[in-house]
């Protein structure tokens, strides 16, 4: 059969190359992925963070929306402010990241992050400028905690407090109940007034964990002595949310080659009663001997990392949360995951996951 060489015949062959490679094109092509909007920003706990968003903390106005009080100033404004953190910092976008890395546990964002933009300008549009800066204040509780109303207190903690903490205490996805762990009052003022990062760049004399202070601005000592009464006097649920302890996991058979086998260190305490020896006892597993817990948390694991930030860090264990029966020098066992060997273990923490903070932790090999 002769093969029509004419010009019409090259046009339709190329006419149908062109289709075909257009069709392939068209069913390779990935769907786009929409950048974020400035309120899901707002509203929503980072892709590299913990559990909060900006708006577990910060309403845009107050009174807020749900009702409730948080711990943070309203935002409306934030974007036209003269200064911010009691002047501590002269552009909006480090004050933003002193909430992303301190709070959120995420990674500052520059200039051109797209939800360093976005969110500016949401927040941007909320107001007219000027605006006036916030002062916040980092005061000391009073010394005479008595005296309280816990009724008073139960109904200011479920409109404040129970954003994170639970509704009258119980607990949520974003922070630990607090029923029947008596606590004494002198530490739940503490922890109120003081909590946040130790090394915080921005605010100082703060005593550690992913809980914001609440200033005196925001939450007056009277205010605060009503939440004491109310915290110390709460009773456990009945039903309890312990489960079997997770203490039964075996050692697996490793071998026992690695420099840092046989290596013995205490955890170092922090939050929550945490205390113990951990050993590593072969290649592949830690052993953690007399170890301390009052059990609460929202999902508490053994963590491993390279050195103490565990934010990078891996998994070992089961949720060892068990409130109310606590450890009480128990034996806990922590294995490394698939991938993972003792060259890229230089700590160990007892890590409470949702939030980013090490309730106790140990590095090896000191």
């Not at 009073?142 to 607990?171: I, K, Q, V, W």
């Not at 605010?203 to 009503?226: C, H, Q, V």
């Not at 050692?251 to 290596?263: E, F, N, Q, R, Y």
């Not at 999902?299 to 070992?316: E, K, Q």
Request: charged share 20%; net charge negative.
């Amino acid at each position: 059969m002769q093969f029509d060489d004419s010009p019409e015949t090259y046009m339709r062959i190329l006419l149908a190359m062109t289709l075909a490679l257009a069709a392939c094109s068209t069913q390779e092509e990935m769907p786009a992925v929409e950048p974020p909007t400035g309120v899901e920003v707002f509203t929503q706990p980072l892709d590299d963070g913990n559990a909060f968003s900006c708006n577990t903390c910060h309403a845009l106005e107050e009174p807020a929306e749900d009702g409730m009080r948080r711990v943070g100033h309203a935002l409306g404004d934030a974007a036209h402010r003269p200064s911010w953190k009691d002047g501590r910092l002269d552009s909006f976008r480090g004050a933003v990241n002193s909430c992303v890395t301190e709070w959120m546990r995420g990674e500052a964002w520059s200039a051109e992050d797209p939800r360093w933009l976005v969110l500016n300008e949401y927040l941007a549009a909320q107001s007219d400028p000027p605006a006036a800066a916030v002062d916040i204040q980092i005061v000391r509780p009073p010394g005479d905690l008595t005296g309280g109303d816990a009724d008073a207190g139960r109904a200011l903690f479920n409109t404040s407090c129970g954003l994170c903490h639970g509704n009258n205490a119980e607990g949520s996805a974003l922070a630990p109940g607090l029923l029947g762990l008596s606590l004494p009052p002198d530490y739940i003022a503490g922890r109120v007034r003081f909590s946040g990062a130790t090394d915080s760049p921005v605010y100082d004399g703060l005593t550690g964990g992913a809980m914001p202070f609440w200033g005196g601005d925001r939450l007056s000592d009277a205010e605060l002595i009503d939440l004491v009464a109310f915290i110390t006097e709460a009773e456990p649920d009945p039903d309890g949310n312990n489960g079997d302890l997770p203490n039964d996991a075996t050692i697996p058979d490793c071998p026992s080659t690695h420099a840092l086998v046989g290596t013995t260190m205490p955890l170092t305490t922090r939050f929550h009663r945490v205390e113990g020896i951990v050993t590593v006892v072969n290649d592949c597993a830690v052993r953690i001997d007399s170890f301390g817990f009052d059990g609460q948390g929202i999902d508490v694991r053994i963590y491993g990392g390279a050195d103490l930030d565990f934010a990078d860090g891996f998994n070992m264990s089961a949720d060892l949360k068990n409130f109310p029966t606590g450890y009480d020098g128990d034996t806990v066992i922590g294995v490394l995951p698939d991938g993972k060997t003792l060259d890229d273990l230089g700590a160990i923490s007892i890590w409470c996951v949702p939030v980013g903070v090490s309730f106790g932790d140990a590095v090896l090999g000191q």
